[in-house]
């Protein structure tokens, strides 16, 4: 069964590929196995010269990060809780995780990368005028 969830919405990890291993027993998903959301950026510079004479100049410049606005999310939480036990919501060794069992969080989308300008917020906009002499 796959990890993933391909289908929209903000769930990206499926819990019932997971499952305790029996007591004893190493789980048998590898490090690096699995991962995290896409990452999709388009960045934009547009620059012009424009002399003034003399030995100063202008330069105008155009920025724009993330110019198609691609929503790119952090990496969800992967913490599993132990749901040994007897009650309604909680699993045996081999059995397959629910979300209830996993907790409220395992596997959401629920924070997009960057707060910073340029990586993987929001598209922004830049002008400036650079004047040198």
Do not use: C, H
């Amino acid at each position: 069964m796959s990890p993933y969830i391909t289908v929209g919405g903000r769930q990206w990890l499926n819990p019932a590929a997971f499952s305790i291993p029996a007591p004893g027993e190493f789980g048998n998903v590898k490090r690096g196995d699995i991962r995290g959301p896409k990452f999709k950026q388009v960045d934009l510079l547009v620059s012009k010269r424009v002399p003034t004479g003399g030995r100063a100049g202008l330069e105008l410049r155009l920025e724009v990060f993330n110019l198609f606005n691609f929503t790119n999310y952090a990496n969800p939480s992967g913490r599993l809780n132990n749901a040994l036990g007897t009650a309604a919501n909680q699993i045996q060794p081999g059995q397959a995780f629910t979300q209830a069992a996993a907790g409220s969080t395992f596997g959401l989308l629920t924070s997009t990368v960057g707060t910073t300008v340029g990586l993987g917020t929001n598209r922004q906009v830049q002008l400036a005028a650079r004047l040198s002499f």
